[in-house]
């Protein structure tokens, strides 16, 4: 095989393994979306015969051909293409050492999962979700033991979200917020709270739908390439750089849960709508990581969103959309939107308490990894960290450990990503702003600035180089938390008058 | 292979295919519903590469060994199994007369297809749409040629959606609704019109979607398996009996339109929800054909739906969600719905003309499978033909010939289902009638007992009999067209008073 028939079977195989991944994709998309409740028994009937189809893709005799032809070839290969090899060769890795009837049998147990965590949540009973959580969380101990027998189990399962990250990395990490954090609450409570009663002003959900429009017109979301749904859990999902979805969740008495989130599901969006177009449905196609993915979504949420530039471009159009809300001013509105209050659930969080929740789920999910704790115990140890970090107790398994759908989905080891992504944004910020007056863009609806920034920097990147290392080169530099930090006093000190 | 294991294989081959057209079909109605117009790109990389491994799979090694444990063990078989033989060798002969790259290549021609075929209608301008209707007219009667080269081609094409219909069938039934229709119409135009005019009052289409939550109770569409989608052109699609969709459309100023068009869908959607356990995930499940399924949906919309009774049992719902229709009693709602008149559109046509509509298109079809007009030519034929038939004048491409999708997606054949099975409709009105008072189960709201005789002389047999002999099995005899001439000419006369 020469070096040039290997890249065209390899791109073969990678356009069947995309295909593979976007028909799943859609199933997922369709069942969070609209599909009826029954609809439960199809789906892992075909979600089975899918992932054992794509198993055998990645794994078969073509694909191991494919990576002999690359490897054979590899000092001739293209940059891109060199990563591409590596990138297969870490899969087969993976996937060879997990048997297959396992792969599928995970796989529809995800799907069952996520069902029965949706009824447990409405019905706010652990107990229900307790037998699949168990079974995730063995499951996830298995792989990581016949793929990497010489990781610990749990830097396996962050380095499935964000390449690289270990658990001293993630203490390391969370020790240096969690001494500026605190300290900078209490003087918060000192000072008392700001007033942001006002707003649970009812806002119709028709009018919140007109919001969402605006503020994709003002980040620049392309609609023939981008959509809107409504679900529970807000998320994002990005089949090509032609089609990323993405959710929310109306609620009349609290406007800014659905504004924020579309800002912040809209900074993903945005990630995967520019990958370079040679990339196209190939495994570089689309973000990196969820650490930079979630970088991109958080500095767009809080940085971009909440920033008081921002608040003063959307305030014309949520007085004229909720005329009641005039009676408070730009600068209350942005006061309200940032107020920091030790909170129940992650996704209604403040941005300066958002890395407790954060602290938490680690904290769990190491617990869950290392088999410290029975999973009949696990939400006694949830309610116990949030008393411990945010000082606040859990009424619910609703509004505690069910809260999210993360672990439902297999996702043990994503949450660290969420700070990870929060910290990477503001050292983003600090370099961007070397660049241009990041504030006036903002004031002056020029978002487009800052897009073209991020696409230059990370986006048009795709999945070209390791997480952090495409951090280094945006950044010019090493990660440094203390950006963060610095960031997130400087904001609050303004905030609260400190 | 003992018989034994030829059934497990063939079960397990059944499941990927199912698999796979699950797969497509989600894709395909995440595009008719949501999906933003970029999402082409990537679903027709997705559908040419599923179809390509669905194609394979079922003409490959495995697919002709499982064959041939089937044909050797034949006559060891149950009646299901020897059907399920027969269909696989229908299958793999028709499948592999067609040479796979060509197979693919259709499946992405239709995908850029349905996209053309609306924007084109959009634009009203047919000339957008051309090319891609030759092609799909030229793939047509080369597959036509290479599957059934003993056939005539367009005999070739009404087999697709109706087992046993020929050209020569299709003369004599026309003819014969033809030589009814035409001079009960003349009749009707002498007496002259009913009032229609209040069937514009505006309904809102939130009190619609009410309305379609009332029809599918009545219906007994059960709620975890069936959902409705919004879409331009209405259609049903069935996942399978735990999962299927039916979609609307609603007009403000047309209420009619919508509530006749969910109990259509919904009379599609009880006939695959009620298919039997045993089949399925096999190629049993599901309705048999198009003809049959017709039968199920127009019964439900036309025979029990623009009944007097079901007029009568939905009024008092239309009234509350739409009190100035409270100045129009049952009787006169009930002569509107049943209004004759020749109209542009075969959607929204009334029971007596809409056979009309289907003649047209049969005469354009064969004109376009033995190739006796140019596609340059059709639009005139289009025009020409619903002058002639229905007596009136197209004034566009977009109420012409680009009003419906079939053609777009590949649909060659399918029009003439819909008469036939209007015509088996009435036949079925005229064996049920001898087990139960029909009109009174409607008028009590006991549709359950329509559900129950169509479940056990239709539904619960899927796809088990040939649509001939499912129908002669239901009816006790042959199928007579002459009693849907006798229930048109029976309920028009009372209609108009003639």
Known sequence: ???????????????????????????????????????????????????????????????RAVLDGL??????LSEEDKRRADLREKKMRELRAIPVEEYVAYSEL????????????NASDYKLFEPYLGKIIETQKRFAGLVRPDMDPYDYCLDQYEEGLTKEKCESFFGALRARIVPLLEKIKAVGPVDTSFLSTPF???????????????????????????????????????????????????????????????????????SDDRFCFTSLEGGVSMGVHESQS???????????????????????????LAAHSVEELWRAANAACPSLIRTEADELTYPLHIMVRYEMEKAMIEGEAKTSELPEMWNALYKEYLG???????SGILQDSHWSGGGIGYFPSYALGSAYGAQLLHKMR????????????????VNHWLEDKIWKYGSLYKPAEL?????????DPTFYTDYLERKFTEVYGL
Chains 1, 2 share one sequence.
């Not at 003063?312 to 959309?321: A, E, H, K, M, Q």
């Not at 951090?471 to 990660?479: I, T």
Request: proline share 4%.
């Open 1 to 63: 095989m020469t070096a040039k028939e290997a890249i065209e079977r390899l791109n073969d195989l990678e356009l069947k393994e995309f295909a593979y991944g976007h028909a799943m994709g859609i199933l997922s998309y369709d069942d969070e979306t609209v599909a009826p409740k029954g609809s439960r028994i199809p789906r892992g009937k075909t979600m089975g015969v899918l992932s054992e189809l794509s198993y055998k893709l990645s794994t078969g005799d073509e694909a």
């Open 71 to 76: 490897m054979e070839h590899y000092d001739e």
């Open 110 to 121: 995800l799907n069952d999962a996520s069902n029965v965590w949706r009824e447990a949540k």
């Open 204 to 274: 119709p959900v028709s009018a919140q739908r007109e919001l969402t429009a605006k503020l994709m017109e003002i980040q620049r979301l392309p609609r023939d390439n981008c959509i809107v749904g409504e679900v529970e859990h807000p998320f994002t999902t990005g089949f090509s750089k032609h089609d990323v979805r993405i959710t929310t969740h109306y609620f009349e008495d609290n406007f800014l849960s659905s504004m924020y989130s579309v800002i912040h599901e809209g900074g993903h969006a945005l990630y995967d709508l520019h």
């Open 298 to 324: 958080r500095f767009y949420e809080n940085i971009i969103g909440r920033s008081r530039e921002f608040v003063g471009l959307v305030y014309p159009d949520l007085i004229r959309l909720c005329p009641k």
């Open 392 to 398: 606040i107790d859990v009424p619910d398994d609703k």
């Open 434 to 449: 070397e660049d241009f007056d990041v504030a006036e863009a903002v004031r002056q609806n020029e978002l487009v600035k």
């Open 471 to 479: 951090m280094e080169k945006a950044f010019g530099g090493p990660f």
